[in-house]
């Protein structure tokens, strides 16, 4: 079974200090993995993808095989990353349900 | 283009009584899902259609739960008998059915069974 943990429920940090959410997973393949951000009264939508490298905002992840791992990590905070975040996955290729982690609300205060 | 809509934004019902939760997805997107979020809770997979193969169901908690889709486009989520432990925000994402592609969420149904 697949499974995403997200162990802190809430994080609070400063504007400009850096920031971690944490994401672990459980999954018997090699899996896709996403971070997921909902702003304050707006919709669900895709941050980043671990397939894309890429950095969103500041955010990057990196896939950890070895830990499984995907934590999402910013090196200076600022006030409008305050959303909740959620951590999800799928098993690649043909499985394509997202399993979504129980979500970290961040606030960054000033 | 427009981005996923999904109506009512709000359903307030009683216990017992059957609601019905609808889904328009991004022109042109195959493949559409539907997810649960109970309070405190992440999302759930519920169900999976993708162009006209059959439906994956294996994501809904119970036979009183229904979805349907015509061809590729709206999409309504039927909850029969409803119960207080089926409030929770009720999401619809679509996305354009290539492996891996990104789900699009729409603004959810909040739903609450009184």
């Known amino acids: 079974a697949q499974r995403v943990t997200q162990p802190e429920k809430l994080l609070s940090v400063f504007k400009g200090a850096p920031v971690e959410l944490k994401c672990n997973y459980s999954?018997?393949?090699?899996?896709?993995l996403f971070w997921y951000v909902q702003y304050s009264r707006q919709r669900l939508q895709l941050l980043l993808r671990h397939i894309s490298r890429e950095s969103i905002k500041g955010f990057t992840a990196d896939l950890n095989k070895g830990e499984t791992s995907f934590h999402l990590k910013k090196p200076f905070a600022q006030e409008e990353d305050s959303a909740m975040y959620y951590c999800?996955?799928?098993?690649?290729?043909?499985?394509?349900?997202?399993?979504f982690g129980k979500g970290t609300l961040l606030t960054v205060n000033p | 283009g427009a981005g996923v809509s999904q109506s009512p934004s709000n359903k307030v019902t009683e216990k017992g009584k059957d609601v019905e939760l609808r889904c328009d997805p991004i022109?042109?997107?195959?493949?559409l899902y539907w997810y649960r979020q109970r309070l405190g809770q992440g999302l759930e997979f519920l169900i999976y259609?993708?162009?006209?193969?059959?439906?994956?169901k294996s994501g809904l908690p119970s036979d009183r739960f229904s979805a349907e889709r015509t061809g590729e486009s709206v999409s309504t989520l039927t909850i029969q008998r409803t119960q207080q432990e089926d409030s929770a925000v009720y999401l619809c994402a679509s996305s354009s059915g290539l492996v891996g592609e990104t789900q699009y969420f729409g603004p959810g149904t909040r739903l609450l069974v009184l």
């Open positions: 999800a996955l799928t098993g690649g290729g043909s499985n394509y349900k997202l399993t």
């Open positions: 259609f993708q162009g006209n193969s059959a439906p994956d």
């Open positions: 999954y018997s393949g090699s899996p896709e």
């Open positions: 022109s042109g997107h195959t493949a």
